[in-house]
């Protein structure tokens, strides 16, 4: 039995992914998958740099939620719908690419198709694609479009979600789309399948669109966790904000996609080593675990205990210097506590934990 249960183990390991990395098995968007959407109130994170710890606890949901569906049609591989637009979305290979996009006034085909993402996706990769293609606005502009699409994992770190939910196992994904956009009156002979004739804007200048799309990944889960995005008209030298806009992907919805086996192996794979994580500190009396470590604002704390007594939490830094003292005396077998560390200055502090007469401890760094 016990060796039935090291192969399994084992065996969940092996199938995992290397740690913050997206793989097109576990990242690819899947015709048929839903997934809840929620606006929020905007939130600016764009610092990037590893071991980040994001607090998005107090951001205010706007109770404007709505689902993200991707379907297939004759003429597309892959469609994203959400309010209103058509996202044309091509998967070739390990490879993500953007089609074009429709909504209740424009339609944009590129016949050259711009890469969103390259798989495998670690921390410090960059991939950079071009786009070029036609569209339509009102049915009364033709237009001509071109642009780049500049893609980097340029952050890790831990993400505490609205409700206070913490993942820490995050990558978060910058895509930067430049679009150029030539408009015309709309020819008779327009079409959007059609090379344009030059000379109808061959006198205009470009309209130039930048959009910064901020994603936040967490394994397990095949769609992003929280994102912004950000649009701005101009160049980079002069920019003039458009709009700003944040949504938060409810996790307990991806977890449950249909036969989405490989991010199901790597969210059991995360339980265990946490299960694993608190059996290391674990003393014959009592086991602990803190969360997240890296901790920038709040810091969990969970308390397991054979028996129902008195627990005793303090915080010191390496020095020796108390920080906190509870004591929690309802006498209790399990505990959940929330410490505030925001004040904390940044640096390495013992977490210690004594019930009966068992002590454990843990090192943790704040940010």
């Known amino acids: 039995m016990m060796k039935n249960i090291i192969l399994f183990v084992l065996g969940i390991f092996c199938l995992a992914p290397a740690r913050g990395q997206l793989r097109s098995e576990l990242n690819l968007p899947r015709v048929g998958d839903e997934l809840v959407k929620e606006q929020v109130i905007f939130c600016d994170a764009s610092e990037a740099g590893e071991n980040r710890t994001w607090d998005f606890g107090n951001v205010r949901l706007t109770n404007d939620a709505y689902i993200v569906h991707y379907f297939t049609r004759n003429d597309w591989k892959i469609i994203g719908a959400e309010k209103g637009k058509l996202s044309f979305l091509l998967i070739d290979g390990d490879s993500l690419l953007t089609s074009g996009y429709e909504t209740p006034v424009d339609l944009v085909k590129y016949r050259r198709q711009g890469l969103l993402l390259r798989f495998p996706l670690a921390y410090g990769a960059a991939s950079q694609g071009q786009f070029e293609g036609r569209g339509k606005h009102h049915d009364r502009l033709e237009s001509v479009v071109s642009g780049e699409i500049h893609t980097t994992a340029d952050a890790t770190g831990s993400l505490i979600l609205p409700g206070n939910d913490t993942l820490n196992s995050v990558i978060r994904v910058h895509i930067r789309k430049i679009d150029h956009a030539r408009y015309a009156p709309i020819s008779s002979d327009f079409s959007i399948d059609r090379p344009a004739d030059e000379n109808l804007f061959s006198a205009v200048d470009p309209e130039i669109i930048t959009t910064d ?59 265990a080593a946490r299960k694993a994580k608190m059996l290391e500190k674990e003393s014959a009396f009592l086991s602990f675990g803190c969360f997240p470590n890296p901790v920038k604002d709040h810091l969990e704390i969970e308390i397991t205990l054979r028996k129902a007594v008195a627990v005793e939490i303090n915080i010191s830094d390496m020095h020796g210097k108390l920080y906190a ?25 013992i977490v210690k934990i004594s019930a009966g007469n068992e002590t454990v401890s843990e090192k943790i760094l704040k940010n």
């Not at 994102?227 to 919805?253: N, V, W």
């Not at 977890?255 to 059991?268: F, G, K, M, S």
């Not at 003292?325 to 502090?349: D, S």
């Open 213 to 271: 799309t901020y994603q936040w990944y967490e394994e397990g889960y095949r769609y992003p966790v929280f994102e912004t995005i950000e649009t701005c008209r101009g160049d980079s030298i002069e920019k003039i904000p458009l709009s700003k806009s944040a949504y938060f992907y409810h996790p307990a919805e991806q977890a449950y996609l249909p036969e989405d086996t490989a991010n199901q192996v790597v969210l059991e794979r995360k339980q």
């Open 325 to 349: 003292h509870l004591q929690l005396k309802n006498h209790a077998t399990w505990y959940e506590e929330k410490i505030e560390m925001q004040a904390y200055p940044p640096g390495y502090y």
